[in-house]
């Protein structure tokens, strides 16, 4: 096997062998290497395209995807797996071009196999390799002839290096990237590396031509800068200054192209001027702190698993920017190789990760990890060194990651001291170094806001996971990254916003990276062809991590995630004051100014626009403010007032058109407006039989029908169906009784009976104009109780609902929702949308808050929800003022929400199930056929958190029992 060497832009001759391969696969690797003769016939066998996964081909006849996140899905037995051991044979034919005879080496590429493969050419066995996500290049000019020729290949779905690739995603054997053949001509150039450097407005070149002697002279030319450069020979390659130059950086990735040509060959390389340092506790690029607002990416399709497709990736890192993205962790292996080229391109820090994970030891206590282990040194350095060597020359990459949860230990040791010597100009990472015995930064996984803010505070007493007094002092003086956080699993995670406030608060503090961008759901079909997106155990597995694989700020369909949304309003560049004539911009960026940008303000009464404009905001640098007067702003009487202002791009960029907002704020400038308080009554008297109040109907003091249909309710809703991190046992806990380390807050809900609540009337009451009711709400099996006195009462001509709770003593959890819940029945008209005035436009919690605003909305019912890969609770708008329940376009049903005694309003959610129905499905096509739509007004939420891996929901969103009060106005159409 060849030197690893960069992935290069060559006018050197190449041909592709993706395509049709013909395939077979056994069970077994116990197999005779026939199949590589020339002559073989293998007309019966199957055809199979390359690049791609057999598992994900031929409709389950190859075998079924495996998921898990940690466990191996092989006995713990290192360096051996089992002899049923999935091996796939690929043969093709190839014609070698009659000019390539005077080619001084043939070359045989591969960008990425899975897992372990052997390679033959026309019978005569070239050689072999593992580093399923590595490249790996073979001489083949002995085997080579003129005409027709034969490729084999057979891969091993398991190998020794399986044992290092447990990199929490699917096991998807096969030839997954492209197959290349390369003619090297004889002085051709066989690397290039261009190290850039800026300072203080210029640029330097330091190359590395790696060429025989005979590819001299060699010429660097870089057009745009007047560089023309010509090295004799070896001996005279220098560094060079290129003058006056545009930095490179994530936000102003601004490339100049290269070309280094010798005396057969001409290389091509798109460069970056920019310097990477670490200087005390900062991380810097071109002299700037750089703060990471990154996402975690694997390379994940739900039709083609990790083969890459560009124009997909191209529309995928777009879609990053314009949610304000600037950085990728690569998790946890180097991605195909264009995906870097894209990054430089559009403009991301990039923190490039080896192709190493060994987290599946876990399960022995860590006992026989390689990483500690001097027989796997070599193969250690081996994944570092193609990382390195292949992706050096991207300006995107400005830190090395040596893997992900692989332990530690001396083999770990010895990559970061190689790549240190290879490459002075980027830090290493790796979070499990936690001592910093070998790595630059300090980097975490998951770490709460009050640790995180203790590693931002000089001088904390509080100790440092894994390190002594000694060793946390000494991670203290440096950078601190959190390399994961944010578990985005289902609907979640809360609390972002506290986060990127210690970021600000503390530059020790350089941000991090969520886990992860895009659930890795597999795009598969029920029995009778209902599209659904499978996840861990949807294949049958033995073992494997159920849905802990759909954890993405995207839904596998490309689809943004609510929280995407709350992601991009935290960490929008921009920061707006307001006073009450002016407000203040603060540019939040690392090296961007705001020319490109257009500020754009509107008034609006109770969510209707009333005024609105350009403002007049002069250039702001990085780093900089400016204070901008604000227009009048019309502030009504009787209406709420809110004004909002738009950072809008002023021109299209390559990720997103004119107009797109990049940052926004809301003031309110509302008058004071007391509610109206709740009418006392007096002189009630038992009551039975049918009454009618206004629009309301009710039978036995309970409602049959409101505005003409048949409704049921309100019922007292304790439960949602819980989320991800409501089932999550990870992780910090709220400082409170009310969570219990090691068990989920949704096992207590179930124990605690909040999923089957029983209703027992004390006592229907009426007087003029009123009725009330009282009822004890509780659980089979349990002596705990709710209050739930109900008030239907005539106020100004309208129908008004008061709804008070109160919990019995001895609750010891939190509770997910506090809520009343109305059935509506289909009744021929059913509801199928909502107009309302509150926040949104989509789904908001308590500790998720951030991208809401207020305003008037619209939705259909089916898209108030999101439809995550396993249902959960979704859907809840905060803060409504005024809801309009619609079927077919009309006005059915509208309610006024009144603000409780401190202020509070109630949010709202309307779907086609209950909670209970959502809870008891896996997938979405297990939900049942649905006759009614179901609207639940919530006085209170639970918040979200990060509890599937990370933190739970902290105190102050944590939905304690309680005491709390509903107010409605009711009234047709």
Same mark, same amino acid.
């Given at each position: 096997m060849r030197p690893a060497r960069s992935w290069l832009h060559s006018d050197a001759p190449s041909l592709s062998l993706n395509g049709p391969w013909r395939f077979r696969l056994s069970p077994t690797a116990h197999l005779a290497a026939d199949f590589a003769d020339s002559a073989f016939d293998d007309s019966a066998w199957d055809t199979l395209p390359v690049p791609s996964h057999w598992v994900l081909e031929g409709d389950g006849a190859y075998g079924r995807p495996i998921y898990t996140n940690v466990q191996f899905p092989f006995p713990i037995d290192p360096p051996h797996v089992p002899d049923e051991n999935p091996t796939g044979d690929y043969r093709r034919h190839f014609a070698l071009p009659d000019d390539w005879a005077r080619a001084e080496a043939v070359v045989l590429r591969f960008d990425g196999v899975e897992s372990l493969f052997r390679v033959w050419v026309n019978g005569r066995e070239i050689g072999g390799a593992s580093g399923s996500r590595l490249c790996h290049e073979f001489d083949v000019t002995a085997a080579v002839r003129p005409g027709d020729n034969v490729v084999a290949v057979r891969?091993?779905?398991?190998?020794?290096?399986?044992?290092?690739? =447990?990199?929490?995603?699917?096991?998807? $054997?096969?030839?997954?990237?492209?197959?290349?053949?390369?003619?090297?001509?004889?002085?051709?150039?066989?690397?290039?590396?261009?190290?850039?450097?800026?300072? =203080?407005?210029?640029?330097?070149? =330091?190359?590395?031509?790696?060429?025989?002697?005979?590819?001299? /002279?060699?010429?660097?030319?870089?057009? *745009?800068?007047?560089?023309?450069?010509?090295?004799? &020979?070896?001996?005279?390659?220098? /560094? +060079?200054?290129?003058?006056?130059?545009?930095p490179w950086t994530a936000e102003e990735p601004r490339l100049y192209t290269a070309t280094v040509s010798g005396a057969a060959e001409t290389v091509t390389v798109r460069i970056g001027f920019r310097t990477v340092e670490i200087r005390g506790d900062r991380f810097l690029v071109n002299g700037r702190r750089v703060v990471f607002h990154g996402m975690n990416r694997h390379e994940t399709h739900p039709e083609r698993g990790r083969v890459f497709d560009e124009e997909h990736a191209r529309?995928?890192?777009?879609?990053?920017?314009?949610?304000?993205?600037?950085?990728?962790?690569? @998790?946890?292996?180097?991605?195909?190789?264009?995906?870097? =080229?894209?990054?430089? *391109?559009?403009?991301?820090?990039?923190?490039?990760?080896?192709?190493?994970?060994?987290?599946?030891?876990?399960?022995?206590?860590?006992?026989?990890?390689?990483?500690?282990?001097?027989?796997?040194?070599?193969?250690?350095?081996?994944?570092?060194?193609? !990382?390195?060597?292949?992706?050096?020359?991207?300006?995107s990459i400005v830190m090395w990651s040596l893997g992900n949860e692989a332990g530690t230990g001396a083999n770990l040791a010895a990559m970061a001291s190689w790549v240190h010597a290879r490459d002075t100009g980027r830090p290493v990472h790796y979070e499990g170094d936690h001592t910093g015995a070998y790595t630059d930064v300090y980097s975490r996984m998951y770490a709460s806001v009050p640790e995180t803010e203790q590693i931002g505070t000089d001088g904390s007493a509080a100790p440092l996971l894994g390190c002594t007094p000694a060793q946390g002092a000494r991670q203290r003086t440096r950078p601190f990254v959190l390399c994961e956080y944010a578990h985005a699993m289902g609907n979640g995670p809360g609390a972002l916003d506290q986060y990127e406030d210690l970021v600000h608060a503390h530059p020790r503090l350089h941000g991090g990276f969520v886990w992860e961008w895009r659930d890795h759901g597999i795009?598969?079909? !029920?029995?009778? &062809?209902?599209?659904?997106?499978?996840?861990?155990?949807?294949?049958?597995?033995?073992?494997?991590?159920?849905?802990?694989?759909?954890?993405?700020?995207?839904?596998?369909?490309?689809?943004?995630? $609510?929280?995407?949304?709350?992601?991009?309003?935290?960490?929008?560049?921009?920061?707006?004051?307001?006073?009450?004539?002016?407000?203040?911009?603060?540019?939040?960026?690392?090296?961007?100014?705001?020319?490109?940008?257009?500020?754009?303000?509107? %008034?609006?009464?109770?969510?209707?626009?009333?005024?609105?404009?350009?403002?007049d905001v002069p250039v702001v640098p990085a780093g900089g403010t400016a204070s901008v007067p604000l227009p009048s702003v019309p502030v009504a009487a009787d209406a709420e007032?809110?004004?909002?202002?738009?950072?809008?791009?002023?021109?299209?960029?390559?990720?997103?058109?004119?107009?797109?907002?990049?940052?926004?704020?809301?003031?309110?400038?509302? +008058? /004071?407006?007391?509610?109206?308080?709740?009418?006392?009554?007096?002189?009630?008297?038992? %009551?039975?039989?049918?009454?009618?109040?206004?629009?309301?109907?009710?039978?036995?003091?309970s409602l049959r029908r409101l505005a003409g249909r048949p409704v049921t309710g309100p019922k007292l809703e304790l439960f949602r169906a819980p989320t991800d991190n409501d089932e999550g046992t990870s992780g910090e806990v709220a400082e409170s009784d009310a969570s219990i380390a090691g068990i989920s807050n949704a096992a207590l809900w179930r124990r605690d009976g909040l999923d089957r609540l029983t209703t027992r009337r004390m006592s229907v009451e009426t007087t003029e104009g009123a009725l009330r009711t009282v009822d004890r709400v509780s659980a089979a099996n349990s002596g705990l109780w709710v209050a739930v006195e109900s008030t239907w009462s005539l106020e100004d001509g309208e129908l008004e609902l008061r709804v008070e709770t109160a919990p019995s003593r001895g609750w010891s959890t939190v509770w997910?929702?506090?809520?009343?819940?109305?059935?509506? $029945?289909?009744?021929?008209?059913?509801?199928?949308?909502?107009?309302?005035?509150?926040?949104?436009?989509?789904?908001?919690?308590?500790?998720?808050?951030?991208?809401?605003?207020?305003?008037?909305?619209?939705?259909?019912?089916?898209?108030? @929800?999101?439809?995550?890969?396993?249902?959960? *609770?979704?859907?809840?708008? @905060?803060?409504?003022?005024?809801?309009?329940? !619609?079927s077919a376009g009309t006005g059915v049903l509208r309610v006024t929400a009144l603000p409780d005694a401190r202020g509070r309003r109630p949010g709202f959610s309307l779907a086609r199930h209950t909670p209970q129905q959502i809870a008891r499905a896996a997938h979405p096509f297990e939900l049942p056929a649905s006759t009614a739509g179901h609207l639940i007004v919530d006085a209170a939420q639970h918040g979200l958190g990060s509890r599937a891996c990370g933190p739970d929901v902290w105190p102050p969103f944590a939905l304690r029992p309680e005491a709390r009060t509903i107010r409605l106005r009711l009234r047709a159409g």
């Open positions: 891969v091993h779905q398991w190998s020794a290096a399986s044992y290092v690739e =447990d990199q929490d995603q699917w096991w998807l $054997p096969g030839v997954f990237r492209d197959v290349t053949l390369h003619a090297r001509p004889a002085g051709g150039i066989e690397d290039v590396w261009l190290r850039t450097g800026y300072e =203080d407005g210029h640029g330097r070149i =330091d190359p590395e031509i790696t060429a025989d002697p005979s590819a001299f /002279p060699v010429t660097l030319r870089v057009p *745009e800068l007047g560089i023309e450069q010509v090295w004799t &020979g070896p001996a005279d390659v220098a /560094p +060079l200054t290129a003058g006056a130059v545009r529309a995928d890192l777009a879609r990053m920017k314009r949610f304000n993205v600037n950085a990728i962790r690569t @998790s946890h292996y180097p991605p195909h190789p264009r995906l870097l =080229d894209l990054a430089d *391109e559009l403009g991301f820090w990039v923190v490039l990760e080896c192709d190493l994970e060994t987290h599946g030891f876990d399960a022995v206590g860590w006992n026989g990890n390689p990483s500690d282990d001097p027989a796997w040194r070599t193969a250690y350095l081996d994944r570092i060194t193609r !990382t390195v060597e292949r992706d050096k020359n991207h300006p795009a598969t079909a !029920t029995a009778d &062809g209902t599209p659904y997106f499978a996840y861990g155990g949807d294949f049958g597995e033995v073992v494997h991590d159920g849905n802990f694989v759909m954890d993405g700020m995207v839904l596998s369909d490309d689809v943004p995630t $609510p929280s995407l949304h709350e992601f991009k309003a935290v960490v929008q560049p921009l920061r707006f004051s307001f006073t009450a004539d002016t407000v203040e911009i603060a540019n939040l960026r690392h090296s961007a100014d705001t020319s490109e940008l257009r500020f754009r303000w509107r %008034a609006e009464h109770d969510g209707v626009r009333v005024a609105g404009g350009v403002l007032t809110w004004l909002t202002v738009d950072a809008v791009l002023a021109t299209a960029t390559a990720w997103a058109p004119e107009g797109h907002e990049v940052a926004t704020a809301q003031q309110d400038r509302s +008058l /004071p407006r007391p509610a109206a308080p709740a009418r006392p009554r007096g002189d009630w008297r038992p %009551a039975e039989g049918t009454l009618t109040l206004g629009i309301a109907e009710f039978a036995a003091g997910p929702r506090i809520g009343v819940h109305f059935e509506l $029945p289909d009744a021929g008209a059913p509801v199928d949308g909502a107009q309302w005035f509150g926040t949104g436009p989509l789904e908001s919690y308590p500790d998720s808050m951030r991208a809401a605003r207020t305003g008037r909305f619209t939705a259909g019912i089916g898209e108030l @929800s999101v439809e995550y890969a396993r249902p959960q *609770e979704t859907g809840h708008r @905060s803060q409504v003022r005024e809801l309009v329940l !619609t």
